[in-house]
């Protein structure tokens, strides 16, 4: 099984991107997408509970970005509004087998997709 993440590009400040984190077939409680900028670590951005959708967010993400599921295409989104150069980074997404309450680390995670590049130039 392998995690696919997709449409990342080249935006510019305060425009729009949804990505994708398809071929979600295999068996696991929530997805979550996380992001690395150069030089920095991989940090948190959403999360969704596949069963009941309760979703969590960082904090310099609420109010921008909006995470959803679609359990009939096997599919996780990421829409992200508003965006801001200190949104520059290579995102993926993941799957974990635990229960989360909140915004996580990546060790709770166990499986992880290629990651797709978003760029927001100013």
């Known amino acids: 099984v392998q995690l696919q993440a997709s449409g990342g590009g080249l935006v510019q400040v305060g425009g729009s991107l949804t990505l994708s984190c398809a071929n979600l077939r295999h068996a696991f409680y929530a997805v979550g997408w996380f992001r690395q900028a150069p030089g920095k670590e991989r940090e948190f951005v959403a999360a969704i509970s596949w069963r009941d959708s309760k979703k969590y967010y960082a904090e310099d993400v609420k109010g921008r970005f909006t995470i959803s599921r679609d359990p009939a295409k096997n599919t996780a989104y990421l829409q992200m509004n508003s965006l801001k150069p200190d949104d520059t980074a290579l995102y993926y997404c993941?799957?974990?087998?635990?229960?989360?309450?909140?915004?996580?680390?990546?060790?709770?995670?166990?499986?992880w997709g290629q990651g797709t590049q978003v760029t927001v130039s100013s």
């Open positions: 993941a799957t974990t087998f635990r229960r989360i309450f909140g915004p996580s680390g990546t060790d709770l995670y166990d499986m």
